[in-house]
């Protein structure tokens, strides 16, 4: 009985359906944009014009979660060469090794940094938090990111649970890219109150 208030809770939570409801509109949207855009042509000022990346020590950080995709990927590349420091999440470390590679090779001064995290599962995404902070500390880069791609994502064709008792991919899809958010928030606020955006 307490799973099912449980479950009914969490179906019923608002956090849920806005991140289901609003995310696939906001997807939607984004790609009739992106055809408005190839149609008709972009009015919208590029990433290179609109961020002033060289500005002496600073290099701003980019955070993809699923980074070894076909989107993630292409987006850890385009990234890169604008002067990015890119910072790749994966589920499977063995999977970042070929792309880091391929990167490196076409973009030699290509900034990169791998971390290992499975979205369905809150844990890892904290541990994953807590292991980039210790990095950003570690390092002589500024405690901040400026920019978070939520790419990782799954298509499940049936029900598979995961540890914590959530549906595989509404956990990877949904709960996961809402968690991450939700904990590396502070750190983009710190770039906002750095660059007054």
Known sequence: MKEVKEAFRFVCSSELWRMGMFWTMALV????QLL????FGSKYT????SIN???GSFRPICVITGATSALGKATAFALAEK??????VRRSSQLLSKPLKEMKSKNKDAKLKSFEADMSYFQSTLKFKNSLEQW????ELH????LLVNNAGIMATSSRPTIEGYDMM??????GPLSLTKLLLPLRKTAMFLHGS
Request: proline residues 3%; hydrophobic residues 45%; glycine residues 2%.
């Open 29 to 32: 949207s984004s790609y009739f």
């Open 36 to 39: 408005k855009a190839m149609i």
């Open 46 to 49: 590029s990433i290179s014009s």
């Open 53 to 55: 990346l060289h500005n």
């Open 83 to 88: 002067g990015f420091y890119v910072v790749l």
């Open 136 to 139: 950003l500390s570690d390092s």
């Open 143 to 146: 405690p901040s990111i400026q």
């Open 170 to 175: 509404i956990a990877t899809n949904y709960i």
